[in-house]
């Protein structure tokens, strides 16, 4: 090979950087309806971690006896939720402890003052 990849200069005004998120929040909003009652559990385990005061990510939900969401999505909305209303709050990255995930790198969440 004698030359460089060339890549394209983006064009000013084209990208959109708003699209993204809006991308996000849209896909969020349609997983969210899958299973209602598999949220609401969610929900409360959720706070349940959260007043514990300790990190936890959401093997730890499945572990505590929360059943598989019906697709893997369904993660992102409810963390978001309890987020967004003050419960948790983001605590890094680790390896996920779901054989599923092989190790993947995951987000980790810890309780607000406001959960406890």
Same mark, same amino acid.
């Given at each position: 090979? $004698?030359?460089? &990849?060339?890549?394209?200069?983006?064009?000013?005004?084209?990208? /959109? *950087?708003? #699209? %993204?998120?809006?991308? !996000?929040?849209?896909?969020? =909003?349609?997983?969210?309806?899958?299973? *209602?009652?598999?949220?609401?559990?969610? +929900?409360?385990?959720?706070? !349940?971690?959260?007043?514990?005061?300790? @990190?936890?990510?959401?093997?730890?939900?499945? !572990? +505590? %006896? &929360?059943?598989?969401?019906?697709?893997? /999505?369904?993660? %992102?909305?409810?963390?978001? =939720? #309890? $987020? /967004?209303?003050?419960?948790?709050?983001? #605590? %890094?990255?680790?390896?996920? =402890?779901?054989?599923? @995930?092989? !190790?993947?790198?995951?987000?980790?969440?810890?309780? $607000?003052?406001?959960? #406890?």
């Amino acid at each position: 090979m $004698t030359s460089q &990849l060339q890549f394209p200069t983006p064009t000013p005004g084209v990208i /959109n *950087p708003d #699209a %993204g998120e809006a991308a !996000k929040q849209a896909g969020m =909003k349609r997983i969210g309806h899958l299973d *209602p009652e598999w949220a609401a559990a969610c +929900d409360e385990r959720i706070a !349940k971690f959260a007043a514990r005061g300790v @990190v936890f990510q959401a093997a730890d939900l499945v !572990k +505590d %006896g &929360l059943a598989e969401p019906p697709h893997p /999505n369904c993660w %992102g909305p409810r963390f978001a =939720k #309890a $987020t /967004n209303a003050g419960v948790i709050q983001h #605590a %890094g990255y680790a390896q996920s =402890k779901r054989a599923t @995930v092989h !190790k993947s790198i995951c987000h980790q969440w810890i309780g $607000t003052r406001r959960a #406890a």
